[in-house]
């Protein structure tokens, strides 16, 4: 039986992705979220909680699935997270 961590693996390699995470809304707070999968790099690492603005999931949340093939960085160029991860 697979567990989420391989899913996550799974899901990373099938869409060519460096990083893949699942989250849950954290109750009462709209803007935070608390992964319940990550995966980096073909690993899976320890669940955390990040705050929404100035992050793609923000986007989500607000208007549905988002699509950035590219410029990732340029287009949430306030996200720490992103910058810390070296996205493109």
Not at 22 to 39: F, K, N
Not at 70 to 88: I, T, W
């Amino acid at each position: 039986m697979f567990r989420i961590s391989q899913y996550m693996r799974e899901l990373a390699a099938a869409v060519g992705t460096r990083y893949a995470l699942v989250g849950a809304l954290l109750p009462g707070t709209p803007l935070r979220i608390r992964t319940v999968a990550v995966c980096v790099a073909g690993s899976t690492i320890d669940n955390f909680e990040y705050r929404l603005e100035d992050t793609p999931c923000e986007g989500v949340i607000r208007d549905g699935a988002q699509f950035f093939p590219d410029g990732l960085l340029q287009s949430f160029p306030a996200s720490g997270m992103l910058r810390e991860m070296k996205v493109q």
